[in-house]
């Protein structure tokens, strides 16, 4: 199956610092990826949509000046989680539609502390 | 609101059982289903999907169930094995595709020997 490679998966920081987490596409095109945080004991809640070329979109309540996404090829999205802040703590993930079926394809997703 | 509800957040079942694992649903707008399966550090895996337009899926051992009008669903794992033992996600969309997706929480499967 299609294979998503996101880094890094730990990632512990200073308060005001930025964090930037990657999501490729190893062996398809993506246009399109999705970026999803999980808090503890709650859902993973879809955050933004990234769309290949073009601006993202995002959901209800997500501070795009504080969730920076770029997605600058078909094959790589980048979050970066800008003067992070101990709220920001969460499990980060990326999604990528197959280019053959609808299935989501995950990225093993990045675990944000943030001191 | 919690849109895609797992209640059970955690299930014990033993090796060569049935496992059943339940999930409901508020919104009438989803028409495409999904589970997910997730061993720790690593990312969702997709396991199984299901339309509205079916009331039943079923790939290996694995089943899925939709009742439209409960707005419920299940997935059905016989019988089960030890390596089933994770986390096993509901989601569902309202375009009949994975994007977009809503999560349940998800319910923890432990298959005994």
């Known amino acids: 199956g299609a294979v998503v490679s996101q880094h890094p998966s730990r990632v512990i920081c200073k308060s005001g610092t930025s964090v930037k987490i990657e999501c490729r596409s190893l062996d398809f095109q993506a246009t399109t990826m999705f970026w999803y945080r999980q808090f503890p004991k709650q859902s993973l809640m879809l955050m933004a949509t990234s769309n290949e070329g073009s601006k993202a979109t995002y959901e209800q309540g997500v501070e795009k000046d504080k969730f920076l996404i770029n997605h600058a090829s078909l094959t790589l999205s980048t979050l970066t989680v800008t003067s992070a802040h101990p709220e920001d703590s969460s499990f980060y993930i990326c999604s990528a539609p197959g280019a053959v079926d609808e299935k989501l394809f995950f990225g093993s997703g990045t675990q944000l502390s943030v001191l | 609101d919690q849109q895609v509800k797992q209640n059970s957040p955690s299930l014990s079942v033993q090796e060569g059982r049935i496992s059943i694992l339940n999930c409901d649903y508020t919104n009438s707008m989803f028409d495409y289903f999904l589970w997910y399966k997730k061993y720790p550090a690593e990312g969702p895996t997709f396991l199984i999907s299901?339309?509205?337009?079916?009331d039943k899926n079923e790939d290996g051992r694995f089943t899925v169930f939709l009742n439209k009008s409960a707005k419920h669903l299940s997935l059905h794992i016989v019988p089960s094995q030890p390596g089933d033992s994770a986390v096993y996600f509901c989601a569902a969309s309202p375009s009949g595709t994975a994007s977009k997706l809503t999560f349940g929480t998800g319910t923890r499967l432990q298959v005994t020997l």
């Open positions: 299901i339309s509205s337009i079916k």
